[in-house]
Antibody, heavy 117, light 106 residues
Framework: EVQLVESGGGLVQPGRSLRLSCVGSGFTFHEYAFHWVRQVPGKGLEWVSGILSNSARIGYADSVKGRFSLSRDDAKNSLYLQMNSLRPEDTALYYC??????????WGRGILVTVSS | DVVMTQSPLSLPVTLGQSASISCTSSQSLVHLNWFHQRPGQTPRRLIYKVSNRDSGAPDRFTGSGSGTDFTLKISRVEAEDVGVYYCVQGTHWPYTFGQGTKLEIK
């Protein structure tokens, strides 16, 4: 069974940092691209960042460019989102999503990030 | 960035009736997915590559379209179909989502 499990969220003050992790199981991790998608409670879905297999391409939404950094460790079946200079508008539920050739197929249950003083 | 425009944004439907949601993109797409999100739950994919139904998705759900115009049709709406439906494109980076269509039962 394919599983994606996010961790690392929580309450953080504006300007501080957090690192989200996503561990995958039940599939061959290194073969896939992955993305982070976020959702403010009660609002729509927003793509945050994505990374191709072999880290051949990494992309960011304009809203997080220069502040967030995405990486992967295929040996650990893990994806990492380093979030710096956090703002209140970054408050959201962050989902890790697996990408099969341009189609998001499996998602984790999400991890809540709250940026507040 | 590719702009995805869904309509309608609100969709009241009578049980047993059919419903359609439109998704229009600003650029031509191949990878167009449809997701359903129930309140408090993770989005679940129904359709990938425009018209391929996911295993586990009821055959009441049909995706169609090409180029920049796409449609999700739900035949014989059931109570479990309530929630928000999103289209998302994965042809061009960055991936982009539609605004969501909230389906409710009349």
């Amino acid at each position: 069974e394919v599983q994606l499990v996010e961790s690392g969220g929580g309450l953080v003050q504006p300007g501080r940092s957090l690192r989200l992790s996503c561990v995958g199981s039940g599939f061959t991790f290194h073969e896939y691209a992955f993305h982070w998608v976020r959702q403010v409670p009660g609002k729509g879905l927003e793509w945050v960042s994505g990374i191709l297999s072999n880290s051949a391409r990494i992309g960011y939404a304009d809203s997080v460019k220069g502040r967030f950094s995405l990486s992967r460790d295929d040996a650990k079946n893990s994806l990492y989102l380093q979030m710096n200079s956090l703002r209140p508008e970054d408050t959201a539920l962050y989902y890790c999503a697996k990408d099969k050739e341009g189609d998001l197929d499996s998602w984790g249950r999400g991890i809540l990030v709250t940026v507040s003083s | 960035d590719v702009v995805m425009t869904q309509s309608p944004l609100s969709l009241p439907v009578t049980l047993g009736q059919s419903a359609s949601i439109s998704c229009t993109s600003s650029q031509s797409l191949v990878h167009l997915n449809w997701f359903h999100q129930r309140p408090g739950q993770t989005p679940r994919r129904l359709i990938y590559k425009v018209s391929n139904r996911d295993s586990g998705a009821p055959d009441r759900f049909t995706g169609s379209g090409s180029g920049t115009d796409f449609t999700l049709k739900i035949s014989r709406v059931e109570a479990e179909d309530v929630g928000v439906y999103y289209c998302v494109q994965g042809t061009h980076w960055p991936y982009t989502f539609g605004q969501g269509t909230k389906l409710e039962i009349k």
